[in-house]
């Protein structure tokens, strides 16, 4: 690299970041603030800098076109302004700052170097960070998608996969050596195969973006395996790729979604942009709050030198800026666009929607989003919670988004538990949760029903454990939540009882029946499937280990339960009248007596008031019309079998007397007390008793034979 001022043209403001020309790279840097900007290259990611060339200033944006560099090329900017904390300016050219708008970032932070950017007092640091940063890398976009579309998939349809890309193959053996734990490894088909015979139809990735590890996880030798402290909003998580960290992630992420979405698979991305990985103000100075602090951040008002944290982490970004929006939809339109994802899942959502405080469903962010004619078609999910006032906001975001529900995780997992009072509850969420969906003519498509997530107990770890076990984080356990409404079976922990351990097994054939058999988007945590633990930690974002890894060495327990799990997707995909759009609400549909959900008494009888104000009552069943009212995409009917759901949360077996349905007898779908009973094995005649054994659920369809119109 020649050290000339002829390599450098004055350039273009725009687009941000920097973009690969035919005979050179263009860089543009937003800094409202600054007084000037310097652009660092570097010969290797690691190595010295080489060359620092000052920016032209247009507006608030930064800029130069460089000759003679191309793809690879590593680099970092340097900002200079006041140091000011007091009034919220953090300027400090001593530290070499990540591009916003990096494609890619190849190497890693090394927290024993000068990162902060404070100094005694309130003076800046005067040590040079460059040694211990990594370095943004120029990228060519250029890629054979070779044909690739995305499936659009219908809400209605969708069964959603939630999984960490590391931990999904890192232990997989019928995976390359070189490819465990990588975005190469998604794409292999052992996994792809697994995901399609389990009826999944989109994988929720936890964060991609280029994250930090931070100074304390480091010094008590953790990593950030979940990755929710991004730092690179562009770019593609370096540890992930098998092609190395100069661009080949970015190549490597895109293999991944075109192999996926040839096997009709969708690719949903969970993306942070509530927060940042610099945290508080004793945080590290490595992008964001060296570009120009007090317009990324939201600071306290009256006192500047701090930030408003609705986070939990430190920061809140400040979506309400311009350039802040302007860099999220940015970046959320390069995922689409660029490298072809199909959705996201927004942790925290309701922090992107405040205004000067208080949530707002008229918030900047929604609206762009609502308008922007890519986002507005892809899919949507919010994690419609924050921690700060007024946060919880389920419910609230409007149409097109839906919400992950965790009022179906806790009341199921109160109604298997045994608690009382809680059938009124669950007959909300089988049936999509009309309670809270039902404002702005939402559909049930709104409520993404999950039972796990990555954010606490895996399935086997739900029915083993009551406590927490979270030591091996380093927080003296006092992180992850205390309260999981957990039953461990009768002993806590592992066990060899033969009798505690059936129990076991079959709460959670319990759980993922309900999961499948309720209205709304299900999404299931990758893993519980093959029977997956955490040995009890709930909270296992720094355990990058065989804690977090998928264990593929099935044993004959967990190949039981991954072909129950297996049998409940599908017979979900199989029938219609599992998957509605519009919410039922007891009506009329055809004839006298059919309804579109009739609610059962285990005597057979149509509930009364009474019986859902009974607070003992664990037993009732809900028979689902047929005649579904619905139209395809083409126009013809839906229409489905009748079926019956019978759940029965007791301690003792119950026979439970089917109702009539022209005489028709029902066949068995699935029964969670017996699971080894194959699809339509057994007939049973309306009118008669079926023994309902205790803690169990069991899924009958009419027995008449029902073509589309």
């Known amino acids: 690299m020649h050290d000339s001022h002829a390599l450098l043209l004055p350039g273009r403001p725009s687009p941000l970041g920097s973009t690969l020309q035919a005979d050179g790279v263009n860089f543009a840097l937003f800094s409202q603030h600054a007084t000037a900007v310097d652009l660092c290259l570097f010969d290797e990611a690691g190595g010295p800098e080489k060359v620092r060339l000052p920016l032209t200033r247009s507006g608030h944006t930064w800029h130069a076109f460089v000759r003679d560099i191309g793809p690879g090329q590593p680099y970092g900017y340097r900002v200079h302004g006041p140091y000011e904390p007091a009034r919220g300016k953090r300027f400090n050219p001593n530290k070499l700052l990540l591009d916003p708008y990096a494609r890619a970032i190849s190497g890693n932070f090394d927290w024993t170097g000068p990162l902060q950017g404070y100094g005694l007092g309130d003076a800046p640091d005067p040590d040079d960070s460059a040694p211990a940063m990594p370095k943004c890398v120029v990228v060519d976009e250029g890629f054979d998608w070779q044909g690739d579309a995305p499936p659009n998939i219908a809400w209605h349809d969708t069964v959603i996969y939630e999984t960490h890309v590391k931990g999904l193959t890192k232990l997989h053996p019928e995976v390359p050596v070189d490819a465990r734990g990588t975005y190469r490894g998604v794409a292999c088909w052992p996994v792809i195969e697994h995901l399609k015979s389990l009826g999944v139809t989109a994988v929720e990735l936890l964060p991609v973006h280029h994250h930090t590890t931070g100074k304390r996880m480091t010094s008590l030798g953790l990593p950030n395996y979940w990755g929710y402290d991004g730092v690179g909003y562009f770019a593609p998580d370096s540890r992930f790729s098998s092609y190395g960290d100069r661009g080949g992630q970015v190549w490597e992420f895109k293999e991944m979604v075109r192999e996926l979405h040839r096997n009709g698979i969708e690719v949903i991305l969970d993306v942070v942009y509530n927060h940042t990985g610099e945290g508080d103000e004793r945080g590290a100075t490595v992008a964001f709050r060296g570009i120009d602090n007090e317009v990324y951040y939201r600071l306290d008002r009256g006192n500047p030198r701090r930030y408003v944290d609705w986070t939990g982490t430190g920061n809140t970004l ?392």
């Open 318 to 709: 400040n979506v309400r800026h311009p350039q802040v929006l302007r860099l999220v939809m940015d970046s959320l339109r390069y995922w689409v666009q660029v490298m072809h994802v199909d959705g996201f899942r927004f942790d925290l959502a309701a922090s992107l929607t405040r205004g000067a405080e208080d949530v707002d469903r008229y918030s900047s962010f929604l609206g762009a989003v609502h308008q922007d004619p890519v986002l507005s078609q892809v899919k949507l999910i919010a994690e419609p919670w924050d921690l700060g006032y007024g946060g919880y906001q389920a419910g609230n975001f409007p149409d097109p988004w839906t919400e992950w529900n965790d009022h179906f995780r806790d009341d199921v997992r109160r109604y298997w538990r045994g608690d009382q009072s809680e059938t009124p509850s669950l007959a909300y969420r089988l049936t999509g949760s009309s309670d809270i969906y039902t404002a702005d003519e939402r559909q049930t498509q709104a409520s993404i029903n999950f039972v796990t997530a990555h954010d606490g107990f895996t399935l086997h770890d739900l029915v083993t454990y009551t406590r927490k076990r979270n030591l091996a984080n380093g927080e003296s356990n006092r992180d992850g939540r205390d309260e999981n409404l957990t039953w461990n079976c009768g002993l806590e922990g592992e066990t060899k009882d033969p009798r505690v351990n059936a129990l076991r097994r079959q709460q959670q054939r319990n759980f993922l029946a309900t999961l499948m058999f309720s209205q709304g988007v299900p999404m299931l945590l990758g893993g519980d499937e093959i029977n997956r633990t955490q040995r009890g930690n709930n909270n296992a974002y720094a355990q990058d280990n065989e804690v977090s890894w998928y264990n593929w060495a099935l044993d004959e327990s967990a190949r039981a339960l991954l072909d129950f799990t297996r049998r409940v997707v599908w017979a979900r995909k199989r029938h219609p009248g599992l998957r509605r759009r519009n919410f039922l609400h007891g009506r009329i549909i055809r004839g006298d007596n059919i309804k579109d959900v009739t609610w059962l008494r285990a005597d057979g009888q149509e509930m009364t008031d009474d019986d859902w104000h009974a607070p003992w009552l664990k037993c009732f069943g809900l028979r689902l019309s047929g005649d579904i009212g619905e139209m395809d995409s083409d126009g013809n009917r839906i229409v489905d079998n009748d079926l019956l759901l019978l759940l029965n949360a007791s301690e003792i077996d119950l026979e439970f007397i089917l109702p009539d349905h022209a005489g028709h007898p029902w066949a068995l779908e699935a029964d969670t007390a017996r699971p080894e009973i194959e699809d339509g094995a057994e007939s049973h005649k309306s009118g008669n008793a079926f023994k309902l054994a205790a803690r169990s659920m069991v899924l009958l369809r009419d027995g008449e034979t029902i073509s589309t119109l």
